[in-house]
């Protein structure tokens, strides 16, 4: 794939996720799709990470993902996405009830493509920050205690 082509593969995974649009997402995973993120340890797989971005769906109904930074050589990107929606349901994440708290963090993303299709994606997701505006993270970390 060009850079231009994978740029636009990583734009049309970004509507989808922000149109909620989970058959457009899947559509555009390989079928053997690898994903790590150590936040979610259990989601490794095509449908796993298809379930895992359905349960995101149902807590961040309103989420918007914008690839902010995107660099692209051969067939291996990265990625820095800004995140934003409300909590409105339990956090797939962080087991969260709904708070219905605004929240804004980032991600990266690092990966493959390949025939077209995102073929890998090692992701670290900004969780302090969530769990911050959560108000989940606990009190007297905040003050180095």
């Not at 555009?28 to 349960?55: C, G, H, I, K």
């Not at 690839?67 to 339990?90: K, M, N, Q, Y």
């Amino acid at each position: 794939m060009s850079i231009q082509e994978s740029r636009a593969l990583i734009d049309r995974w970004a509507e989808a996720a922000s149109n909620q649009d989970i058959g457009t997402m899947g559509s555009l995973l390989d079928a053997n799709f690898r994903y790590e993120n150590p936040n979610q340890p259990q989601v490794r797989t095509r449908d796993d990470y298809v379930q895992y971005m359905s349960e995101v769906f149902s807590g961040y109904p309103d989420i918007r993902v914008t690839p902010e930074d995107v660099l692209i050589t051969g067939d291996r990107f990265a990625v820095r996405w800004s995140v934003t929606g409300t909590h409105a349901g339990t956090s797939p994440a962080l087991g969260v009830a709904a708070t219905n708290k605004p929240v804004s963090f980032t991600s990266m993303a690092i990966g493959r493509v390949s025939d077209g299709l995102l073929a890998e994606c090692y992701e670290v997701i900004d969780a302090l920050t969530l769990m911050r505006q959560l108000g989940t993270y606990p009190a007297q970390m905040e003050h180095g205690a």
